[in-house]
């Protein structure tokens, strides 16, 4: 699957759950998918509902049919962080 078409997926469900950035990471962004992969997606979140994000999550694994990790920003932790965002791919910024 390619970035262009993950970006049609997703844009209209980080809309709705107020999503203000997201990035692909991992085999995905690297262009390394097999089949059986996951797809990896930072996100910053506006505010809102607490179960927001996992609604998300869930709703993009059915969007794909596949498991989709979902991770905060704010949650990457220090020891991947570097690694994580030299991977990103920006597929989603909201408008100011």
Do not use: H
């Not at 690297?30 to 609604?55: C, H, N, P, Y």
């Not at 962080?81 to 989603?92: C, E, G, N, P, Q």
């Amino acid at each position: 699957m390619d970035i262009q078409t993950i970006k049609q997926k997703t844009t209209p469900l980080f809309q709705r759950y107020n999503v203000r950035k997201a990035a692909l990471f991992g085999s995905v962004a690297r262009g390394e998918t097999q089949t059986g992969s996951d797809i990896d997606i930072l996100v910053e979140m506006g505010k809102g509902r607490a179960f927001d994000f996992f609604s998300l999550q869930e709703e993009l694994a059915e969007r794909f049919g596949r498991r989709v990790d979902l991770v905060e920003y704010v949650a990457l932790r220090p020891e991947l962080k570097d690694s994580i965002l030299a991977d990103a791919v920006t597929v989603y910024e909201s408008k100011p």
